[in-house]
């Protein structure tokens, strides 16, 4: 090859990857070396990736964070002078006697001047005490520091017994432990005195944060005062609006707070502006906090100037209430209530029944008629109740419950009619005879009581008496006045005898439910209604003008969900009753009718209408005990006689003196008698005065103590005839038969003319 011929220059190498590249020796840098571990270290960690830009941002806003502390400090400092000022000067008690002086207030205006000056005088009556109680310590302390001191010098500590010597290093101890303390002490005072006024200062307006918010997880549900007060000032009224322009806050005398499946608050609105008139625009006020109007109630508090705001959850209301708590178990006291629905609270409500009477009402298939089953299961329970039931239309929905209802009719014709008329007119009766009953019990109760429901000689049991589609009966042509007669008269009445009346309609106007009625009923249900006639038809006069609204239900939407007046100690509840199904395969009815009859078999002393006359003590006879306590003696001194009654019977006559027994002897025309000096009764008179007493009977007529209950209005002459009604069974829808004129009336059990009358026996 030629020398002139360019030559190839090979080099040696070897294909490699990145593992097998070895870093070729820097020198090494500190400070690039901890950056590169650090950055080895937390490189591909999500942790740092989130705390890098944080720490950065807070970096970023460290001027401003420092500012905002400076200037908690400083308004957390003034807050503490302004409430110390306000406490030494009185400040709020004086507030109140301008605002009574200007009112014109003079008792007010007194009333504030008398609390400032006795908060003084318990002001300066406490300082006094913690004075004492300071110098006493002290005093205490100082002695017996002085008294070791003084040990101590004069004792070496040798020579002390083992307990004084520990008590000597206590002391020390102690003493050491404060000096350490002391030399620390300002700072930490000074500390603790920042951080508590930065604490005063921090930003507790509305809507800051877990301060005033509840912890709640649904945080699209959250409510507070800010919200309030933005949706309030968007609602288009004239004087609010303005109010809201100069700068106005408004006053929440009940914060906003978490309050079952809601929120709830109380707003002192400014002059002007009613609580009416935001209730007027409930739908306005619904939209402005993103709710449905359904979850937006906003109602006239104690005064017509305080709005009282109760704003449901999203969606809490759109479920049902459940199954029925005693479905399947458990029993009822009529006194205590049944279970009848939940609150807007989410809270089991149970319906007062004892010393109440309801009026239910709605558009059709709303509900109305389940409330009355419902109440009625609750009622059938309870083994002591007696339960009527009486349907104005062509229904077989309490058909399950016939077996516990003593008397049970249903049908559109006039009999069924004049049965329920009867119905209330012995009721009437009733309530008649249980007063008299209540005023010969010892201590004349004013009502019925458990103890007294209990004792089945007295036949104060509760007696419930349910009608439903009640406005047939008070519109039927020929009984329709003096049903209502009747029902007013029960309701006004018969509460505390524990007779109660349950009414239901689908027409509840002006015309169908007599106004005296919806005054004096005590606890009103609707569902939802068409207008504010029917709405205040059923739960009273203005109470649509005070926010308290059924027309706002939707039809079948709102099914089941009803607004009630009188459950509760509230102004209002909205209620998602419990439904207790009775549909087509489905009876979840007669199962609890099957424990209500065991429960009855269990408690077979409990009396029913028309099942065993009724025995009603008959009040004492003084004359005959007085017989009975001489016990055949010749004479006995009045002192051992009046001594004898009270042992007789104690709640009559322990409280006798011997004046009382005189007014006894001379209204019989027994004559005083003497004996050895002695005041003394002898057994021939009292034997004479009675025979006298029998002869006199005989003479006049006397069928007894006891008057004849009030005679009931004469029945119409063609209520006793056949008529083309429901007959279900023969026991149950059996015509009324009508007492002959001159006939005897016997009085079974309770009521009087409860034979033959429709009833069904348990």
Known sequence: MPDSELTRKVFDAEIVDDETVTPQRKRWNPRSGVTAGIRAVFAGQDMFARVRPVVSYRVRKAPRDLGRLAWFLVRGAGRWVSRGWRW???????????????????????TAQDLIRSDARARWAKVGGAVRRVLVTA??????????????????????????????????????AAAVAWSWLPWLATLGALGAAVWE?????????WLTHPDRTDSDSWVDERMISKALAHLGIAPLAAFFKNGGELLYSVPARKDGDGTHTQVRLPLGVTAEMVTDRRKVLAANLGRAALETWPTTGEEDGVLDLWVADKGTLSGGAGDWPLLHEGTVDLFDGVPFGLSQRGTVINAPLIETNWLAGGRPGQGKTNVLRVLLLGAALDPTAE??????????DFEPLAPRLSRYRVGMDDTVAADAVQALEDLLGEMERRGKVLGEQPG???????????????GLHPLVMAIDECHELFQHPRYGKQAQELAVRLIKRGRKYGIILLLATQSPTKDSIPKEITRNISCGVAFAVADHIANDGLLGSGKYRAGIRATELRMKTDRGTCVAVGVTDNTFELVRTFYVPFDDGNDMVTPVIHRAMALRAQHPHTLTTGHTPLEIEAPPDPLADIHHVLNQETRVRTQTVLARLAALNPDVYEPWTARHLRAVLDEHGIPPRKSDGHM????????????HREHARDDTGNQGPFPAPSPHRTPCPDQHKQAPGTRHNHTRNTPTTRPEPGATTRHPASLPHDEGRGRHDD
Not at 146 to 161: F, H, I, K, N, Q
């Open 680 to 691: 003394v009764i002898r057994t021939d008179d009292i034997n004479t005065a009675i025979t």
């Open 387 to 396: 339960l009527w039931a009486y349907v104005m239309g062509e229904s077989p």
């Open 88 to 110: 030494a000067s009185y400040a709020d008690l004086r507030a109140d006697a301008r605002a009574a002086r200007v009112a014109g207030d003079p008792q007010a205006r007194r």
């Open 201 to 209: 200062g921090r930003d507790r307006t509305p809507g800051a944060g």
């Open 139 to 176: 005093s205490v302390v100082t002695a017996l520091v002085v008294l070791l001191a003084l040990l101590d010098a004069l004792v070496g500590r040798e020579g002390m017994p083992g307990w004084l010597r520990g008590l000597y290093d206590l002391r020390d101890a102690v003493t050491d």
């Open 444 to 458: 004349r109760p004013p009502k019925v009581s458990r103890r007294l429901a209990d004792n089945p000689r007295l």
